[in-house]
C-alpha cells in the first residue's frame, strides 16, 4: 500500500478550443471532467502501474463528492477528511491553432485546525503497513508548516519511504526528518534555497545543500529539460523521450509516481528515474492530468536516456 497524501484536491475541467479569442465567445470543441491535484495525480499513476494507493487529504461540497465518485471508479481506494470548504476547481485551457495550454487555477480553501487534526489520525492509521507515502502539494494559508514534517516521521517509523513534492516552509521544516526522496522542480528549489539557479552547476550545488540539510535524494525536473537526480553520492542527468505531447500538466506527478514505483522494485535512483520519465511522457499524451497507461510507459521508457554526471 502507497499513502498519498494531499490537501488539495481539485476537480479538473479541461477546454478544449480551434481558436482562443480574448473578450469574445469562445466554443469549446471538446471538454473533459476528471478529478486532479498533485496527490491525486500521482494516486491515478500509482493505479495504472499497478500498485496499491490510498489517497487522503480534504473533500468539501458538491466537487469533493464528484472527486469520490471518479476515484472510486477507477477502483482507487479513498480515506479523505470531508470538510466544510468546498473542493477547489482547476480549468485547462487548450488553444489548437496557437499550441498553447492556459491553466486556470483555483486556490484550495482553508480548513480548521480540526481537520488537521483528524487528517493526522487518519495518516496515523493509514501508516501502517504503508511502503511509502506521498507527500504532494501545497498547504493552504493557516494550515500547520509541519504536516509533511510530521508525515515524514510517521512514515520512518513504520519502514515507508517517505516522498516529497513540495517547496518552501513545508519542503525545509520535513528536511530535519530526512525524507527518502524530495521532487520540487526547479523553480521550487530555487524558492526553497532562496537563491536563483542559473545552470545545471548551480542546480547540482543547491541539490547537494538538500541533503546536507537532510534529504537521502533529490530528483529536479525540467519539463521538457533535462531532469537531474543526486542519491548523495551520485548524480545522473535523465533525458525525456521526444513526444508530441497533447496535455503536459500532471506530468511532474507521473514522474514522481513512476519513480517510486520502481524504487520500491529495488532500481537504483537513475534507473528509477528512466521510469520516471517514461509515465511523466505517458501522462503529457492524455488530455486528462494524471492518467496514463501502461502500455505507453513500457513502450517510452525504452527511449529515456539516463547518462552519469560528474561531480
Not at 109 to 116: E, I, S
Not at 187 to 216: F, H, I, Y
Amino acid at each position: 500500500m502507497i499513502l498519498c497524501i494531499g490537501t488539495t484536491p481539485a476537480t479538473q475541467r479541461v477546454m478544449v478550443f480551434r481558436q482562443l479569442t480574448l473578450d469574445a465567445v469562445n466554443r469549446a470543441v471538446t471538454t473533459v471532467d476528471g478529478a486532479a491535484g498533485k496527490s491525486v495525480n500521482v494516486a491515478k499513476v500509482l493505479k495504472a502501474l499497478g500498485e496499491h494507493p490510498v489517497a487522503t487529504g480534504f473533500l468539501g461540497g458538491d466537487r469533493g463528492e464528484e472527486i469520490r465518485t471518479l476515484m472510486a471508479a477507477q477502483g482507487i481506494e479513498l480515506d479523505f477528511v470531508p470538510v466544510a470548504s468546498r473542493t477547489r476547481q482547476c480549468i485547462t485551457v487548450f488553444d489548437w491553432s496557437a499550441g498553447t495550454h492556459t491553466e486556470l487555477v483555483e486556490e484550495g480553501r482553508p480548513v480548521t485546525a480540526a481537520d488537521y487534526e483528524q487528517l493526522m489520525e487518519v495518516i496515523r492509521r493509514r501508516v501502517k503497513g504503508c511502503r511509502a507515502v506521498v507527500m504532494s502539494g501545497t498547504i493552504p494559508s493557516g494550515g500547520p508548516a509541519d504536516l509533511y514534517l510530521r508525515g515524514t516521521q510517521l512514515a520512518h517509523e513504520s519502514g515507508a519511504i517517505s516522498v516529497l513534492d513540495a517547496q518552501g516552509a513545508a519542503l525545509v521544516q520535513s528536511l530535519g526528518a530526512k525524507p527518502g526522496l524530495v521532487k520540487p522542480n526547479r523553480p521550487e528549489l530555487a524558492a526553497t534555497v532562496g537563491r536563483e539557479l542559473k545552470d545545471e552547476k548551480e542546480l547540482m550545488s543547491a541539490m547537494r545543500e538538500l541533503c546536507e540539510r537532510g534529504a537521502q535524494r533529490v530528483v529536479i525536473t525540467a519539463g521538457k529539460e533535462p531532469a537531474l537526480a543526486f542519491d548523495g553520492r551520485s548524480f545522473w542527468r535523465v533525458h525525456a523521450p521526444r513526444i508530441e505531447a497533447l496535455n503536459p500538466i500532471g506530468s511532474g506527478d507521473a514522474f514522481t509516481a513512476g519513480l517510486l514505483w520502481r524504487l520500491l522494485r529495488g532500481d537504483d535512483l537513475g534507473e528509477a528515474c528512466r521510469w520516471g520519465s517514461a509515465s511523466g511522457a505517458a501522462n503529457a499524451l492524455t488530455i486528462m492530468a494524471g492518467e496514463v497507461h501502461l502500455n505507453d510507459v513500457e513502450r517510452l521508457v525504452r527511449e529515456v536516456s539516463v547518462e552519469p554526471v560528474k561531480c
